[in-house]
Nanobody, 123 residues
Framework: QVQLAESGGGLVQAGASLRLSCVVS????????MGWFRQAPGKEREFVAA????????YYADSVKGRFTISRDNAKNTVYLQMNSLKPEDTAAYYC????????????????WGQGTQVTVSS
């Protein structure tokens, strides 16, 4: 089994920064890619960002492009989401996920999901 554990969420004011982390543990394998998604109350889950495990090339939703940066540390089995210039509309539960085989990449095809970490941005 594969476990994902997110951390780094919190309550911040608009314009602040946060860095989310997601550690992958469990069954030994190298994911093809990792992604971050978010879900606000009453809304559907949406894609935020994704990165390939080898090349490190990131993909972003238009709503976060230029403000968020996804990165990974292969040695630590960890993916990060650096979030700058946060806005109230970024308020959501943020989830990381594993894409094992690039199926549907970058926005679909994720097989394992974490429990989420809450990000709340006040105006």
């Amino acid at each position: 089994q594969v476990q994902l554990a997110e951390s780094g969420g919190g309550l911040v004011q608009a314009g602040a920064s946060l860095r989310l982390s997601c550690v992958v543990s469990g069954r030994t394998f190298s994911p093809s890619a990792m992604g971050w998604f978010r879900q606000a109350p009453g809304k559907e889950r949406e894609f935020v960002a994704a990165v390939t495990w080898r090349g490190g090339i990131g993909y972003y939703a238009d709503s976060v492009k230029g403000r968020f940066t996804i990165s990974r540390d292969n040695a630590k089995n960890t993916v990060y989401l650096q979030m700058n210039s946060l806005k109230p509309e970024d308020t959501a539960a943020y989830y990381c996920a594993v894409n094992r085989d690039m199926r549907g990449y970058p926005q679909q095809g994720y097989d394992y999901w974490g429990q989420g970490t809450q990000v709340t941005v006040s105006s």
